[in-house]
DNA sequence: CCCTTAATGCAAATATTTTGCGTTAACAAA
DNA sequence: TTTGTTAACGCAAAATATTTGCATTAAGGG
């Protein structure tokens, strides 16, 4: 079972009309017209990056691809790298909970060997490449968060079992950030086999 | 002491003649003229980021304040990305060993705190997003090898010492990964303490 | 239904990147 | 030292991309 979108081909359909903030709801437009731009736009980024490779994607095409304006481009995203960060964070956004294989150290093994897979994948290196260029907002941060919630998932689920839980920074700093400190400064993949290895810092093999 | 020249301001002066890789060199011109452009644009760069903040920095810009033309640049590097990537690479290549404390855990706990200080300034972040925003070669593994050949060269002089060397994947997994990790992705810097809390892991407190 | 105004489209203005071609200078060989 | 070869550069025109002003559309509120 796939967690991220990570892999997902184009996905066209309506737009979700989601509120990032529901405290905040002023003077932002998130009706029919504003809302099918983005999520023309978006599934434009999707589709060219498919067929061509990331640096000879250009706003002009994105922007005839979705039959939009490449000034509207400019205007609500800036510039193409927070446009891709913008796409980036919302491919990397979960669309499933972690498997329950029915122990929580089955659950964080089958997750964090996945997790691995899906980022240190070419599509998975470009997405977080992607979001990490921006210099603006928290779209690094959103995505760690959806780690995070992840982690946070399996626990509640190990609880309602009667598990102990993890210490969830622990196995960020110890298993999740050397994954992904070795994908970006890297240029191999970390094994199945390292990251078991890494696990076992979390759940020592008896 | 310094490690990195990440805080540096403009360093002027003559170009230096290293040559990248010694068994290739074939086609490739390293003479003055060469070696001052590569230079002067990279003075460039350093003098442009000072004054404005990163995405507002053109190539035609840098082309001006180092004296040649934008098309000189577009040849050489590419593009803007490639070459701010280029700059972050020098900017992140170690100008000083480690300091030398008189024993392995304080060499090692003193080049920590530096590197987490110097990485997560905003300097430091910037240039490790300009080393990672590029598609291609292996600037991100240079910036790793920095790193290695630094926490070899304190292994290095614990040997000589007769101390016990560290184990340097275990270094780079378990301490500087979450740093690194957390200077990524979240806004807020690795504080001293969890720096210290970091390394205890490989130097447990008695 | 009407009003206000954020968001868009269009097109002109500006800035950038790319490209062809002549020139310069690095390197090798005589 | 001189000469030949050619990578790297400068220049300027062409092609693209980005910005901006203004008219128009449509969301959300009264």
Redesign the interface.
């Known amino acids: 079972m796939q967690i991220f979108c990570v892999n997902k081909s184009v996905r066209l359909g309506m737009p979700r009309l989601q509120e990032t903030d529901v405290t905040v709801k002023e003077r932002v437009r998130i009706g029919g017209r504003s809302a099918r731009i983005q999520q023309a736009v978006h599934d434009a980024v999707r589709k060219l990056d498919a067929f061509s490779?990331?640096?000879q994607i250009t706003v002009p095409q994105i922007a005839a691809e979705a039959g939009v304006t490449p000034s509207t481009i400019y205007r609500r995203w800036g510039?193409l790298?927070a446009l891709l960060a913008d796409v980036a964070v919302e491919r990397l956004r979960p669309i499933a909970d972690p498997d329950d294989t029915g122990s929580i150290e089955g659950d964080l093994r089958a997750f964090i060997e996945q997790y691995a897979e899906e980022m240190s994948s070419p599509v998975g290196l470009?997405l977080m490449?992607d979001v990490?260029?921006t210099?603006g907002q928290?779209q690094?941060?959103a995505?760690?968060g959806f780690t995070c919630d992840h982690l946070t998932t399996i626990n509640e689920r190990a609880k309602a079992r009667g598990e102990q839980p993890f210490d969830i920074d622990e196995v960020?700093?110890?298993v999740?950030?050397?994954i992904?400190?070795?994908t970006?400064?890297?240029?191999e993949m970390p094994t199945a086999a390292y990251c078991r290895q890494?696990v076992d810092?979390i759940y020592p093999k008896t």
Not at 184 to 187: P, Q
């Open positions: 490779t990331r640096n510039d790298s470009a490449r990490l260029a210099t928290g690094p941060g995505c760690a960020i700093d110890h999740v950030a050397p992904v400190y070795r970006l400064f890297s240029d890494l810092r």
